[in-house]
Nanobody, 128 residues
């Protein structure tokens, strides 16, 4: 049974940084696609960053390029999202998600509908 658990959210002032973590169990990191998503109240869930693990290729939403970095640690079955220069528009619930390689393409990394497994989310609040 696959379980994803996010942590690291919190409240921060604009311009600050946070690092989100996603702990995976029952899931083989090396053969899947993984991503970070966020959802603000009244808005649709949107892709923030994704990683195509076999090629270690990454992609980012335009709104976070140059500020956020996605990474993985296979040895610990962990995925991370380093978020720098945060602003109020980054306030949302953040989710990590995973899907087996057989069901994803690099071009789909930021599409929520592609993903099979989801964590429960961690809240990020940025005050201006």
């Amino acid at each position: 049974q696959v379980q994803l658990v996010e942590s690291g959210g919190g409240s921060v002032q604009a311009g600050g940084s946070l690092r989100l973590s996603c702990a995976a169990s029952g899931y083989t990191f090396e053969y899947g696609c993984m991503g970070w998503f966020r959802q603000a109240p009244g808005k649709e869930r949107e892709g923030v960053a994704g990683i195509y693990t076999a090629a270690q290729s990454t992609t980012y939403a335009d709104s976070v390029k140059g500020r956020f970095t996605i990474s993985q640690d296979y040895t610990k079955n962990m995925m991370y999202l380093q978020m720098n220069t945060l602003n109020a528009e980054d306030t949302a619930m953040y989710y990590c998600a995973a899907v087996p390689h057989s069901k994803c393409l690099f071009e789909w990394l930021l599409l929520p509908r592609v993903y099979t497994y989801w964590g429960q989310g961690t809240q990020v609040t940025v005050s201006s």
